[in-house]
């Protein structure tokens, strides 16, 4: 059974750099798609972006300038970083397996809460 | 980009009723892309419905989704006492690729 698992820093300051890694355990990276959602406290969701199993990679519009996504096959990993911090990207960040099958998000990580602050 | 919009923002209901929740999109979706959660408190969402009607692996069959075009609706049969969550819907739109979600109806279990 597949499972997602986040980590990183739990508090980042303003105008820094968030890096967050997803590691996948109990199967492979390869042939699926990778994305990273997140959610502000008490509100709704929000893609980020998602790579594919070949390395391309697409954003959202909004973060676009902000946003990188990797792949480390070797690892089974794939990681998040997002630029220029503001206390707007507080937020519970998720990492989830995107089916392109289903074209729907159906494997999902606990999520982990990032705060901007100084 | 489509809007998601769901309605009602809240409801309370007790067991055993049925709970009728919609999602409404100001451009037509192709159901192919539609999909539903649940996430319950302190946890992740979790994959109920793909394709608009389709049940994911695993999801009781008291869940059901149907609808086209601009609404779409999940539907709660029978409820229980776990089905208080929120239920978010979601769509993809291609070109270039996005996905956007409703902002989430709440269900309360009496």
């Known amino acids: 059974q597949v499972q997602l698992q986040e980590s990183g820093p739990g508090l980042v300051k303003p105008s820094e750099t968030l890096s967050l890694t997803c590691t996948v355990s109990?199967?492979?990276?390869?042939?699926?798609?990778w994305s990273w959602i997140r959610q502000p406290p008490g509100k709704g969701l929000e893609w980020i972006g998602y790579i594919t199993y070949s390395g391309s990679t697409y954003y959202n519009s909004s973060l676009k300038s902000r946003v990188t996504i990797s792949l480390d096959t070797s690892k089974n990993q794939f990681s998040l970083k997002q630029s220029s911090m503001t206390a707007a990207d507080t937020a519970v960040y998720y990492c989830t397996r995107y089916s392109y099958t289903y074209v729907a998000f159906d494997i999902w990580g606990q999520g982990t809460m990032v705060a901007v602050s100084s | 980009e489509i809007v998601l919009t769901q309605s009602p923002g809240s409801l309370s209901l007790s067991p055993g009723e049925r709970a009728t929740l919609s999602c409404r999109a100001s451009q037509s979706v192709s159901g192919t892309y539609l999909a539903w959660y649940q996430q319950k408190p302190g946890q992740a969402p979790r994959l109920l419905i793909y394709?608009?009607?389709s049940r994911a692996t695993g999801i009781p069959d008291r869940f059901s989704g149907s609808g086209s075009g601009t609404d779409f609706t999940l539907t709660i049969s029978r409820l229980e006492p776990e089905d208080s969550a929120v239920y978010y819907c979601q769509q993809y739109g291609s070109s270039p690729p996005i996905f956007t979600f409703g902002q989430g109806t709440k269900v309360n279990i009496k």
């Open positions: 394709g608009a009607f």
């Open positions: 109990g199967g492979s990276i390869s042939n699926y798609y």
